[in-house]
T-cell receptor
């Protein structure tokens, strides 16, 4: 079945550092790919998404490109801020719609000033 | 904009006790979901309701029941709580459920401990 594998955490960076959180997937067909973010004490919220190969999703300075050839959707940001400290989840939406959404295990990111 | 509202935020139960987690959304969404979040395991779907009047099992339904009370509300019931049900529970909603690119909106979660 469909699956998502995320970079193990936790990840700790200094402010203004470059961020990459790796995400690879296994899926049949043509899934949509998502990054959700969970700030402390809150529920998940959609950060960005891409619906087909070579699409780039972007939001709040974060980017991720849907790479079908490497089955990857890595999250990147050029200069992180303390406010980016959160847990990041990669997710895959395949056949069957939202009720079949598959989440990665989450990566906890801490940014130190 | 309230979005998705869950109650309670925290709950401690003894093994064998029952409780109901409440969820309501004010976005006129058709579909609603209950997830549990456990360390190192991401989110796993317990039950979902694709539309008012329907409910279906997700990946981990055992030990739970749900009720789609109306279009706004979707409750999750633990009839006889077990320590294995200690988790953080999230309710979510979406406009529809059948699209693979559907965006989910989440509540802030319920932290449940079963002793």
């Amino acid at each position: 079945g469909d699956s998502v594998t995320q970079m193990e955490g936790p990840v700790t960076l200094s402010e203004e550092a470059f961020l990459t959180i790796n995400c690879t997937y296994t899926a049949t067909g043509y899934p949509s790919l998502f990054w959700y973010v969970q700030y402390p004490g809150e529920g998940l919220q959609l950060l960005l998404k891409a619906t087909k190969a070579d699409d780039k999703g972007s939001n709040k300075g974060f980017e991720a490109t849907y790479r079908k050839e490497t089955t990857s959707f890595h999250l990147e940001k050029g200069s992180v801020q303390v406010s980016d400290s959160a847990v990041y989840f990669c997710a895959l939406g395949g056949e069957g719609g939202a009720q079949k959404l598959v989440f990665g295990q989450g990566t906890r990111l801490t940014i130190n000033p | 904009n309230a979005g998705v509202t869950q109650t309670p935020k925290f709950q401690v139960l003894k093994t064998g006790q029952s409780m109901t987690l409440q969820c309501a959304q004010d976005m006129n969404h058709n579909s609603m979901y209950w997830y549990r979040q456990d360390p190192g395991m991401g989110l796993r779907l317990i039950y979902y309701s694709a539309s008012e009047g329907t409910t279906d099992k997700g990946e981990v339904p055992n030990g739970y029941n749900v009720s789609r009370l109306n279009k706004r509300e979707f409750s999750l019931r633990l009839e006889s709580a077990a320590p294995s049900q200690t988790s953080v529970y999230f309710c979510a909603s979406s406009e529809q459920s059948y699209a693979r690119n559907e965006k989910l909106f989440f509540g802030s979660g319920t932290q449940l401990s079963v002793l």
